[in-house]
């Protein structure tokens, strides 16, 4: 059950500026700079880089897996021993000092780039979950939806500033520049380390810690917790078919996030310019789609606001695959001599509306979902349906790519895309919110 009443603003902001902090390593290191330099130059294979594709979508894929079985473990340990920010601390730790490593990654060094990859993106990825799992404390259900979109903006305004930097002072993604570009990660964990801070000096720890049975662990405790969970699934109609969801929206999510960049530089074949041009646009309409959606939704609810998001994925997506097509259309219809590359940025105004918009209204909707005591639990079973998301996604991508090529493998989001709005369609917000209104937990003193 979310709080009753607004969390101080000095606590939303802090909690806010963990999504400011954690975008960076978001941008820097899996969309914009450092996959792009994993299959161009410390792979290298090419001209078609399909190896290249492959083994990066191996490594998140196996980062991913370690989040889907550790995350709904993690939340039931830490609703129950109250231990939030402790597992959110470790994450970050270990988020930064696996980021700063990949400074010593040579071309040709295959293993140590993808070990480095896996636990900086596994550390990365269970604690956006731990962080989430604050969210129902800072406030009215009412007002999840805002904060949410507040948060998720403020982290594209983060990854806006950290990559534009970057950008500026390390240059291209080549060979010949990667004694300067290399440096991406010591700066990404830098970035991490410093705009972090807010959070663990202002986010609070709600609730009391439970006493441990003698004789048992934490874990033991743990399994318990999802046992019981599992047993009452039924309860809970309306979050396991948003579940089912979030699997399949962010299964395409996390496609755009690994390989829109990649798409950008092997298909399109644009200029560093236009990279850059790209990023920017992105970046602002997703931090503007983030904020816009999140004060939507506090008008016209949560499902209906998600449902709006995948929509313009939809849109997204045809855009981003119909590119040389539209653009030799409008050389025709209107005699003028536009580039592929150019015409593609109107993709990213879409993609971008939809990126911020639509992963912030699955977070404010599972916290209207979620009954007292039940968050980091709750939390890591949508970090655990995001993540297996992730899995299916790339992989599924890596699959297709290397048999059909990158450019008609964008199809298979498409097709994502459209069963997450069906999945969605029997969630009843109001229904969901009693149900957790009126659910008890029987461990709860």
Do not use: H
């Given at each position: 059950m979310s709080a009753q009443e607004l969390a101080p603003k000095r606590e939303i902001f802090g909690w806010a500026m963990f999504d400011f902090?954690?975008?960076?390593?978001?941008?820097?290191?899996?969309t914009v700079i450092y996959g792009d330099l994993f299959t161009r130059v410390i792979v290298g294979d090419s001209p078609d880089y399909r190896l290249g594709n492959l083994l990066w979508s191996l490594a998140l894929a196996f980062s991913y897996f370690l989040v889907v079985v550790a995350n709904p473990l993690c939340g039931a340990i830490m609703d129950y021993s109250r231990s939030r920010k402790r597992f959110l601390f470790i994450s970050y730790l270990l988020t930064v000092?696996?980021?700063?490593l990949l400074y010593f990654v040579e071309p040709g060094w295959l293993i140590p780039a993808m070990l480095l990859i896996v636990a900086s993106n596994f550390a990365y990825a269970i604690g956006e979950g731990f962080i989430a799992s604050f969210l129902p404390d800072l406030g009215p259900r009412k007002a999840l939806g805002w904060i949410s979109g507040l948060g998720w903006g403020l982290g594209y305004i983060g990854g806006l500033v950290a990559t534009a930097f970057t950008l500026f002072f390390l240059g291209e993604v080549s060979a010949e520049n990667y004694d300067t570009i290399r440096w991406v990660g010591p700066f990404a964990a830098g970035f991490f380390l410093l705009a972090a801070i807010p959070t663990f000096l202002w986010v609070r720890e709600r609730g009391s810690k439970q006493h441990l049975p003698s004789g048992q662990s934490l874990i033991g405790v743990g399994l318990q917790r999802l046992q019981t969970t599992w047993r009452q699934v039924h309860q809970f109609r309306d979050l396991r078919a948003l579940l089912i969801s979030v699997f399949f929206a962010m299964a395409g999510i996390y496609i755009i996030?690994?390989?829109?960049?990649?798409?950008?530089?092997?298909?399109?074949?644009?200029?560093?310019?236009?990279r850059i041009y790209m990023f920017i646009t992105v970046q602002i309409t997703a931090a503007l789609g983030a904020i816009g959606f999140g004060w939507l939704q506090s008008h016209i609810g949560a499902r209906t606001t998600y449902l709006?998001?995948?929509g313009l994925w939809l849109l997204a997506i045809l855009a981003i695959w119909q590119t040389p097509t539209l653009t030799a259309r409008l050389s025709h219809w209107f005699g003028v001599d536009w580039q592929a590359q150019?015409?593609?940025l109107f993709a990213g105004v879409l993609a971008g509306a939809s990126l911020g918009s639509s992963?912030?209204?699955?977070r404010a909707l599972v916290g209207v979902l979620t009954p007292s005591g039940k968050a980091a639990e709750f939390f890591g079973l949508w970090g655990m349906a995001s993540k297996l998301a992730a899995i299916f996604g790339i992989l599924g991508l890596g699959l297709i790519q290397w048999g059909f090529g990158l450019a008609n493998a964008i199809l298979f989001c498409l097709a994502l895309f459209i069963v997450a709005i069906l999945a969605v369609l029997p969630v009843d917000e109001r229904r969901g919110e009693q149900v957790a209104d009126g659910w008890r937990d029987p461990g709860q003193e």
């Open positions: 902090a954690n975008q960076g390593y978001t941008l820097l290191i899996i000092g696996a980021t700063a996030i690994s390989f829109s960049f990649i798409y950008g530089a092997q298909v399109i074949g644009w200029d560093e310019q236009v709006i998001t995948l150019y015409v593609f992963q912030s209204a699955t």
